[in-house]
Protein backbone atom coordinates (compact mmCIF):
# COMPACT_ATOMS: atom_id res chain seq x y z
CA UNK A 1 0.00 0.00 0.00
CA UNK A 2 1.01 3.28 -0.54
CA UNK A 3 0.03 6.92 0.63
CA UNK A 4 1.40 10.24 0.74
CA UNK A 5 0.68 13.64 3.25
CA UNK A 6 1.00 17.20 2.44
CA UNK A 7 1.75 19.30 4.92
CA UNK A 8 -0.21 22.61 5.54
CA UNK A 9 -3.67 22.63 3.55
CA UNK A 10 -2.68 26.47 2.94
CA UNK A 11 0.97 27.82 2.09
CA UNK A 12 0.71 31.74 1.78
CA UNK A 13 3.69 33.61 0.17
CA UNK A 14 4.86 37.14 -1.29
CA UNK A 15 5.51 37.43 -4.81
CA UNK A 16 8.91 36.81 -5.31
CA UNK A 17 9.54 34.77 -2.17
CA UNK A 18 10.55 30.85 -1.90
CA UNK A 19 7.61 28.53 -2.69
CA UNK A 20 8.03 25.25 -0.59
CA UNK A 21 5.34 22.85 -0.59
CA UNK A 22 5.88 19.52 1.73
CA UNK A 23 5.00 16.04 0.63
CA UNK A 24 5.98 12.59 2.81
CA UNK A 25 5.11 9.39 1.06
CA UNK A 26 4.89 5.70 2.32
CA UNK A 27 5.50 2.83 0.03
CA UNK A 28 6.17 -0.34 0.62
CA UNK A 29 8.00 -0.78 -3.26
CA UNK A 30 10.55 2.10 -4.70
CA UNK A 31 7.89 4.82 -5.64
CA UNK A 32 7.22 6.98 -8.48
CA UNK A 33 6.23 10.33 -7.31
CA UNK A 34 4.24 13.06 -8.94
CA UNK A 35 3.42 16.74 -8.41
CA UNK A 36 0.12 18.08 -10.27
CA UNK A 37 -1.19 21.50 -10.37
CA UNK A 38 -5.37 22.34 -10.45
CA UNK A 39 -6.56 25.90 -11.24
CA UNK A 40 -9.73 27.28 -10.69
CA UNK A 41 -12.34 24.59 -12.66
CA UNK A 42 -9.78 22.81 -14.53
CA UNK A 43 -8.25 19.49 -14.39
CA UNK A 44 -5.29 18.48 -13.16
CA UNK A 45 -1.72 19.14 -15.04
CA UNK A 46 0.96 17.56 -14.56
CA UNK A 47 4.40 19.48 -12.73
CA UNK A 48 7.17 16.80 -12.81
CA UNK A 49 7.64 13.48 -12.26
CA UNK A 50 10.23 11.27 -10.16
CA UNK A 51 11.28 7.89 -11.91
CA UNK A 52 14.04 6.66 -10.44
CA UNK A 53 16.39 8.15 -12.31
CA UNK A 54 18.07 11.80 -11.00
CA UNK A 55 16.67 12.37 -7.23
CA UNK A 56 16.65 16.21 -8.64
CA UNK A 57 13.69 16.77 -11.09
CA UNK A 58 12.76 20.05 -12.97
CA UNK A 59 9.29 20.80 -14.08
CA UNK A 60 7.65 23.33 -15.66
CA UNK A 61 7.08 26.74 -14.83
CA UNK A 62 10.47 27.01 -12.29
CA UNK A 63 9.09 24.47 -10.33
CA UNK A 64 11.70 21.71 -8.58
CA UNK A 65 11.49 18.77 -6.52
CA UNK A 66 13.96 16.51 -4.89
CA UNK A 67 13.90 12.87 -3.73
CA UNK A 68 15.35 12.22 -0.53
CA UNK A 69 14.17 8.48 0.33
CA UNK A 70 16.14 8.92 3.73
CA UNK A 71 13.32 11.60 4.78
CA UNK A 72 10.66 9.74 2.93
CA UNK A 73 10.14 13.19 1.09
CA UNK A 74 9.24 15.01 -2.47
CA UNK A 75 9.07 18.58 -1.51
CA UNK A 76 8.40 20.95 -4.15
CA UNK A 77 9.84 24.47 -4.82
CA UNK A 78 9.94 27.48 -6.64
CA UNK A 79 12.87 29.94 -5.98
CA UNK A 80 10.33 33.00 -6.79
CA UNK A 81 6.82 32.90 -6.39
CA UNK A 82 4.64 34.66 -9.64
CA UNK A 83 1.25 35.73 -9.16
CA UNK A 84 0.21 32.93 -11.64
CA UNK A 85 1.55 30.48 -9.53
CA UNK A 86 -1.41 30.75 -6.93
CA UNK A 87 -3.63 27.12 -7.25
CA UNK A 88 -3.92 23.91 -6.08
CA UNK A 89 -0.76 21.41 -5.74
CA UNK A 90 -1.26 17.47 -5.26
CA UNK A 91 1.58 15.20 -4.51
CA UNK A 92 1.07 11.53 -5.94
CA UNK A 93 2.18 8.32 -5.46
CA UNK A 94 2.23 4.99 -7.41
CA UNK A 95 4.38 1.88 -7.78
CA UNK A 96 6.56 0.45 -10.90
CA UNK A 97 3.78 -1.24 -12.25
CA UNK A 98 2.20 -0.64 -15.54
CA UNK A 99 -1.68 -0.81 -14.74
CA UNK A 100 -0.84 1.27 -11.26
CA UNK A 101 -2.86 4.12 -10.74
CA UNK A 102 -2.08 7.34 -8.67
CA UNK A 103 -3.00 8.10 -5.10
CA UNK A 104 -3.35 11.56 -4.00
CA UNK A 105 -2.57 13.67 -1.14
CA UNK A 106 -5.46 16.22 0.14
CA UNK A 107 -3.54 19.03 -1.96
CA UNK A 108 -2.24 22.25 -0.52
CA UNK A 109 -3.35 25.45 -1.71
CA UNK A 110 -0.83 28.12 -2.72
CA UNK A 111 -1.83 31.73 -2.10
CA UNK A 112 0.70 34.58 -3.44
CA UNK A 113 0.06 37.88 -2.15
CA UNK A 114 1.62 40.95 -4.19
CA UNK B 1 -2.92 15.75 -31.41
CA UNK B 2 -6.06 15.49 -29.39
CA UNK B 3 -5.97 15.81 -25.56
CA UNK B 4 -8.74 14.00 -22.84
CA UNK B 5 -12.38 15.71 -23.49
CA UNK B 6 -14.53 15.08 -20.71
CA UNK B 7 -18.66 15.69 -20.75
CA UNK B 8 -20.90 17.39 -19.75
CA UNK B 9 -18.58 19.73 -17.93
CA UNK B 10 -21.43 20.55 -15.23
CA UNK B 11 -24.63 18.68 -14.31
CA UNK B 12 -26.97 18.90 -11.67
CA UNK B 13 -29.36 15.81 -10.53
CA UNK B 14 -31.30 14.37 -7.73
CA UNK B 15 -30.77 12.01 -5.56
CA UNK B 16 -31.64 8.93 -6.08
CA UNK B 17 -31.24 9.40 -10.10
CA UNK B 18 -28.81 7.55 -12.56
CA UNK B 19 -26.09 9.70 -14.39
CA UNK B 20 -23.69 8.81 -16.63
CA UNK B 21 -20.51 10.65 -17.82
CA UNK B 22 -18.06 10.32 -20.57
CA UNK B 23 -14.47 10.58 -21.66
CA UNK B 24 -12.89 10.44 -24.77
CA UNK B 25 -9.08 9.76 -24.47
CA UNK B 26 -6.61 10.90 -25.87
CA UNK B 27 -5.63 9.80 -29.56
CA UNK B 28 -3.28 6.86 -29.33
CA UNK B 29 -4.53 6.18 -25.48
CA UNK B 30 -6.05 2.37 -24.90
CA UNK B 31 -6.56 3.11 -21.40
CA UNK B 32 -8.95 4.88 -18.91
CA UNK B 33 -8.87 5.73 -15.23
CA UNK B 34 -11.58 7.33 -13.26
CA UNK B 35 -11.53 9.29 -10.49
CA UNK B 36 -13.39 11.68 -8.12
CA UNK B 37 -12.23 14.92 -6.47
CA UNK B 38 -14.37 15.48 -3.54
CA UNK B 39 -14.56 19.31 -2.42
CA UNK B 40 -11.10 19.94 -0.80
CA UNK B 41 -9.64 16.28 -1.36
CA UNK B 42 -7.28 14.76 -3.47
CA UNK B 43 -8.46 12.65 -6.28
CA UNK B 44 -10.05 8.82 -5.56
CA UNK B 45 -9.17 6.15 -7.83
CA UNK B 46 -12.55 4.33 -9.05
CA UNK B 47 -11.56 2.07 -11.64
CA UNK B 48 -9.93 1.83 -14.84
CA UNK B 49 -10.98 -0.25 -18.40
CA UNK B 50 -8.53 -1.32 -20.63
CA UNK B 51 -9.83 -3.32 -23.79
CA UNK B 52 -13.15 -3.07 -22.90
CA UNK B 53 -12.82 -4.38 -19.58
CA UNK B 54 -12.77 -3.25 -15.72
CA UNK B 55 -8.92 -4.37 -14.70
CA UNK B 56 -8.29 -2.44 -11.63
CA UNK B 57 -10.97 -0.40 -8.80
CA UNK B 58 -10.74 1.51 -5.36
CA UNK B 59 -12.94 1.21 -2.66
CA UNK B 60 -16.60 2.90 -4.72
CA UNK B 61 -19.19 0.53 -4.22
CA UNK B 62 -21.13 -1.58 -7.51
CA UNK B 63 -23.53 1.45 -8.26
CA UNK B 64 -20.43 2.95 -9.80
CA UNK B 65 -19.85 1.13 -12.84
CA UNK B 66 -18.18 1.71 -16.25
CA UNK B 67 -17.96 0.77 -19.96
CA UNK B 68 -14.89 1.07 -22.42
CA UNK B 69 -15.56 1.43 -26.05
CA UNK B 70 -13.73 -0.20 -28.89
CA UNK B 71 -12.71 3.37 -29.89
CA UNK B 72 -11.22 3.20 -26.40
CA UNK B 73 -14.01 5.76 -24.86
CA UNK B 74 -15.58 5.21 -21.62
CA UNK B 75 -18.29 6.00 -19.80
CA UNK B 76 -18.86 6.38 -15.74
CA UNK B 77 -22.01 5.50 -14.34
CA UNK B 78 -23.53 6.15 -11.55
CA UNK B 79 -26.80 4.56 -9.85
CA UNK B 80 -28.96 5.98 -6.91
CA UNK B 81 -26.85 9.16 -6.85
CA UNK B 82 -26.55 10.07 -2.75
CA UNK B 83 -25.56 13.73 -1.66
CA UNK B 84 -21.85 12.66 -0.82
CA UNK B 85 -21.59 11.75 -4.78
CA UNK B 86 -21.17 15.77 -5.37
CA UNK B 87 -17.67 15.59 -6.94
CA UNK B 88 -15.47 16.37 -9.92
CA UNK B 89 -14.98 13.41 -11.83
CA UNK B 90 -11.75 13.50 -13.57
CA UNK B 91 -10.66 10.67 -16.43
CA UNK B 92 -6.90 10.27 -17.41
CA UNK B 93 -6.10 8.11 -20.35
CA UNK B 94 -2.84 6.58 -20.85
CA UNK B 95 -0.77 3.56 -22.73
CA UNK B 96 -1.55 -0.03 -21.93
CA UNK B 97 1.82 -1.12 -19.44
CA UNK B 98 2.77 2.52 -18.95
CA UNK B 99 0.58 3.89 -16.08
CA UNK B 100 1.16 6.98 -14.68
CA UNK B 101 5.14 6.78 -14.49
CA UNK B 102 4.92 6.12 -18.73
CA UNK B 103 4.56 9.25 -20.59
CA UNK B 104 1.36 11.15 -21.69
CA UNK B 105 -0.54 10.05 -18.56
CA UNK B 106 -3.32 12.78 -19.22
CA UNK B 107 -5.97 14.57 -17.74
CA UNK B 108 -8.87 15.96 -18.84
CA UNK B 109 -10.96 18.82 -17.48
CA UNK B 110 -13.59 16.91 -15.37
CA UNK B 111 -17.16 16.74 -15.15
CA UNK B 112 -18.57 18.37 -12.06
CA UNK B 113 -21.59 16.51 -10.44
CA UNK B 114 -24.28 18.32 -8.18
CA UNK B 115 -26.47 15.92 -6.05
CA UNK B 116 -28.86 18.13 -4.86
Known amino acids: AQSVTQLGSHVSVSEGALVLLRCNYS??????LFWYVQYPNQGLQLLLKYTSAATLVKGINGFEAEFKKSETSFHLTKPSAHMSDAAEYFC????????????FGKGTMLLVSP | ETGVTQSPTHLIKTRGQQVTLRCSSQ?????VSWYQQALGQGPQFIFQ???????GRGNFPPRFSGLQFPNYSSELNVNALELDDSALYLC???????????????FGSGTRLTVV
Open chain 1, 27 to 32: SSVPPY
Open chain 2, 27 to 31: SGHNT
Open chain 2, 92 to 106: ASSLAGQGPSGYGYT
Open chain 1, 92 to 103: AVTTNSGYSTLT
Open chain 2, 49 to 55: YYREEEN
